[in-house]
């Protein structure tokens, strides 16, 4: 079905914001734009599921609610360069508001498609020398879901790990933990990936959102906030001779090592884990925001932001967005990129000369 979008009939720095709403398969109707204030879309990085938010002007109380657990689709962009879907959500209780002087209003709230309830049902079970990827297969087709697993990740061996009274959603999410790494149910799909791997669903690199000061808005990063390591380091015990053996990686700061306490059961878990910390390690070294004068609606959580040189030593270099906002009001089309550090330790550090 061909789309039906709505233009602003303002120009936004020479170009015409764009949306479409979609609920349940079919485009909303016409009355439905005049009545928006705003739409927002927050895409978050890791575990935390995505948010719709529309607003509405509803005066004279004509407005359909959409039926419980609709499915609402938002397309955003430009008139002059095509729209592209954020995103695909299910409908929670929407809020109806208003008072005698300001009016009535009603907020709509939806969530990204997220079986996560399936998932919570407390149970026993024990995996034995079973690879990551085996692990959640067996869990997602119990639940009708498929698997999408990183595959570095994925080839991990697990000697044994026993779920006892816990959740499966919660059983996955301190297994991928332990690797640095999040879960997150998208749809019939059951995503494990690495933290701020840059990468989709399915695996594919996200394109990167390059910035420059003439693209903003505003901008605010904080570098360098909290002690810096050089080296993560974990330990594991060497079953044909009895000694403590260590595996090491790399964060690619300055500083001192970062030591594991306890052993793990296997070199292979033992240099998953220094891997893991090394990178969990380098997160957060930098922090902030850019809000861009001109949405962009390709931009995506997990993506690498590529500050350009024409920002400060502490701000240009690569950083990775930790979720990212999308706004359509009436001003137009913007988008916010929250960053943190890319997990190569490489965020706001000083250019060349």
Not at 15 to 34: C, D, H, K, L, Q
Not at 228 to 237: L, M, N, R, T
């Amino acid at each position: 079905m061909e789309l039906m979008p709505f233009d602003l009939e303002t120009p936004q720095l020479g170009f015409t914001p764009r949306i479409s709403v979609e609920v349940n398969g079919r485009e909303v109707a016409a009355g439905f734009y005049g009545r928006l204030i705003k739409a927002t879309i927050r895409d978050e990085g890791g575990q935390t599921s995505d948010q719709l938010t529309i607003e509405l002007d509803d005066a004279d109380n004509a407005i359909e609610l959409p039926p419980e657990k609709a499915t609402i689709e938002v397309w955003m962009g430009w008139k002059e360069t095509g729209i592209v879907l954020i995103g695909t959500y299910e409908m929670q209780q929407p809020t109806l508001k208003g008072s005698t002087s300001a009016g009535e209003f009603i907020t709509i709230q939806a969530s990204a498609a997220d079986l996560k309830s399936k998932l919570k049902g407390k149970g026993r079970e024990h995996f034995e020398e079973k690879t990551v990827k085996e692990i959640a297969d067996a869990i997602a087709k119990r639940n009708g879901m498929t698997a999408v697993v990183d595959a570095e990740l994925g080839k991990i061996k697990i000697p044994y790990r026993a779920r006892v009274d816990s959740s499966e959603i919660d059983f996955l999410t301190t297994l991928a933990d332990e690797h640095d790494a999040v879960v997150k149910p998208m749809g019939d799909k059951l995503v494990v990936t690495k933290r701020g791997s840059g990468k989709s669903a399915a695996g594919k690199a996200l394109p990167p959102i390059k910035i420059e000061k003439s693209d903003c808005e505003d901008w605010e990063i904080a570098p360098e906030g909290r002690s810096q390591y050089g080296k993560a380091k974990a330990s594991w015990i060497d079953q044909k001779t009895g000694k403590r053996k260590t595996e090491e990686a790399e964060t690619g700061l300055k500083g001192p090592d970062f030591t594991v306490r306890d052993p793990l059961p296997t070199q292979e878990l033992a240099k998953a884990k220094a891997q893991a910390e090394a990178k969990r390690l380098t997160r957060n070294t930098s922090s902030g925001h850019f809000s861009l004068a001109l949405g962009r609606p390709d931009a995506q959580a997990e993506a690498d932001v590529i500050a350009g040189p024409s920002f400060r030593d502490g701000i240009a270099g690569t950083h990775r967005a930790d979720a990212v906002e999308h706004t359509f009001d009436e001003n137009g089309f913007m988008t916010k990129v929250e960053i943190k550090a890319k997990e190569d330790g490489s965020s706001g550090k000083k250019k060349e000369k």
